[in-house]
């Protein structure tokens, strides 16, 4: 029973990792007024420049690095077109969806012969953060998770600072909330919207490197799986709150967890597969008809008065 | 405006897209060259395997069949502003539901039989487009997610039913067992799976055309998505129309499954869709939701496609060479489509 329970503890961390890298860096656009729907291409991309540059170089580190520019890149190119160019993101963000798709894969095609798949010993994994200490306690719940995990957590309180307690934060939202007002106080918002697309690409390009390079170690095929969308999903239902988006995140690393653990049961393997994406929709269903409820009721107290 | 300069308006605008088309393909070549092709080669070998010889094009024609339906019912929905990415999900579960009735039912007379099957194509993607739909008009739900989680939970459903309940009994292959004879539609012209289903695709695509440009539902569709205010002060219930074009966009695709099965493969597998639904999204955003423009898309695309089979029989360039030109293409289309629109302001 122990034992069960720190194994869907250490996968539901394991999975909730690029999870919550992604939502924070879609929490930065999200704020500054831009949905990303980009983001799973961006998640792609990196996952597999980071195998590439691992691959090619040996190194975990320039692995990570490789994931982070290409995520960022385009990241870049998304803004261009939605920031500068004022292009629909909805179109703009799926065209580069199955751009990362079709290039990952040609890509692939090319440089590893690779069918559906890439791996190889050669791939430098992304390690864990190693540390015995005796005490059980410690060792399965605290340390040895991906360094990435860390870093996740890291960037998680400095993305909270940097967004309610800086000026750059203020700047960011009232970029979403009211570009007007920044414009007419010289600051121009598109600026600010290329910082946190910058931003967001650098999370983005992490949570690719944990996927490639940590929690499987090769490329696969449109391995984001629609992670870039539950990110997104988690979003929507936190509004952005940084709290709120951390345990929504944990919340689905559960579910990937018992999508995981009832793979190992008697059943079709199709159905734990399906767990988290039926998760996301009821997640999102039961928190909207709530807030809808609580809009009703609001509405009808307002009509009594 | 004098007919005169809006003569010369005329004559920029084509000049402008001369000049953008020679673009495109300086730019195409580019990426082949940088993939370790000929450009010349290629576009050689992308040209003669798509319309070179009637099995070629008849082929290419065939493969406009799903592309337009996916496309439409992308731009269906689009029109009211609302996003269906659940294409792929609609597609797989007509194509499921025609497989069934292929399967089960024979009402003895062939068009009869061909007719039901298409309707239960046609009934699966409504009802499964239906939710996301409900979620969006009722709760706000954003479609995009709705939709695209529908599409994962489709494909393993479809995955779940042809690998065990719906499984040919014996095969070692994910697949169901042939439709009966009469749901068969015969191919037309040697060497190619080219069918009926053309035409009834093309049809369709234009029936929706006349919807769009010539009828009230049309018009307070295409209202709705360009002005929801307006349209809200102009008395249209929006919510019910956004639920209607949604609906009809989950039955034009799991119609386009329908086709595919009762015209191509005689069966239902999995992996029947090499993504048609991400390629009908691309074929609708390059057509900015028009049907016309649909149809003419689709045909660039099917040629991209299935002359980029050819290229790779013919050099080292994978067939995915196609997805990488058709998204490179649309990213040029919209920035050189937001130039014009700023300059005509």
Known sequence: MNNLISTIYSIMIRSSTPLLLVALGGMFTFHAGVLNVAMEGLLLISAFFAVVFSYVTGSALAGVVGGIVAAVILSLLYSFFVTTLNANNFAIGFALNIFASSLTLFLMRIMFKGQNAFNSPKIAPVGKLAVTTGIPFLDNYVFNFSILTYVAIVLFFMSSFLIYRTSFGLRLRIAGEKPQALESAGIRSNVIQFKASILCGICCGLAGAQLSLHNVRMFARDMSGGRGFIALAIILISNGRPMPMLAICLLFGLFDALSVELQGANLPPQFPLMVPYIMSVLVLFVFYAREKRGQSKRKNSISRV | ?345
């Not at chain 2, 092709?37 to 319309?51: C, D, E, T, W």
């Not at chain 2, 309940?165 to 994910?174: I, M």
């Not at chain 2, 205010?229 to 499954?257: N, P, Q, T, W």
């Open chain 2, 1 to 345: 405006m004098s007919s005169m300069t809006r003569a010369g308006g005329y004559a920029k605008k084509i000049g402008l897209t001369v000049l953008f088309v020679g673009l495109i393909v300086v730019v195409w070549a580019a990426v082949l060259f940088l993939a370790g092709a000929n450009p010349v080669l290629s576009f050689v070998y992308i040209f003669k395997g798509a319309l070179v010889g009637t099995s070629n094009l008849f082929s290419t024609l065939d493969l406009m069949v799903p592309m337009m339906l996916l496309a439409l019912a992308v731009a269906i929905p689009g029109w009211a502003g609302v996003w269906n990415i659940g294409g792929e999900g609609q597609f797989l579960l007509g194509a499921l539901a025609a497989a069934w009735v292929g399967i089960s039912i024979d009402l003895g007379n062939p068009f009869l039989d061909v007719f039901l099957a298409l309707f239960a194509a046609m009934v699966a993607g409504l009802v499964w487009s239906s939710w996301a739909g409900y979620l969006k008009v009722k709760l706000q739900i954003n479609e995009i997610v709705t939709t695209l989680m529908a599409n994962y939970i489709a494909t393993l459903l479809v995955s779940y039913l042809v690998n065990y309940p719906l499984k040919e009994a014996g095969s070692s292959w994910a697949q169901t067992a042939y439709i009966k004879r009469p749901f068969q539609l015969h191919h037309l012209v040697g060497g190619s799976q080219f069918s009926l289903t053309f035409f009834i695709s093309t049809g369709i695509v234009l029936v929706f055309f006349l919807l769009e440009k010539r009828t009230r539902l049309g018009y307070e569709l295409t209202m709705i998505g360009s002005n929801e205010r307006l349209s809200y002060l102009g008395g249209i219930s929006i919510a019910a129309k956004r639920m209607v074009a949604m609906l009809l966009g989950g039955a034009v695709a799991g119609l386009a499954g329908g086709l595919v099965v009762l015209g191509n493969t005689y069966r239902m597998k999995e992996g029947i869709s090499p993504g048609y639904g991400f390629t009908g999204l691309l074929v609708c955003l390059l057509a900015d939701n028009d049907p016309i423009l649909i149809i003419l898309v689709s045909f660039l695309f099917a040629v991209l496609q299935s002359g980029s089979l050819n290229l790779q029989l013919f050099s080292d360039i994978p067939v995915e060479i196609s997805g990488v030109l058709q998204v490179v293409l649309i990213l040029f289309v919209a920035a050189f489509r937001i130039m014009i629109r700023k300059k005509e302001r």
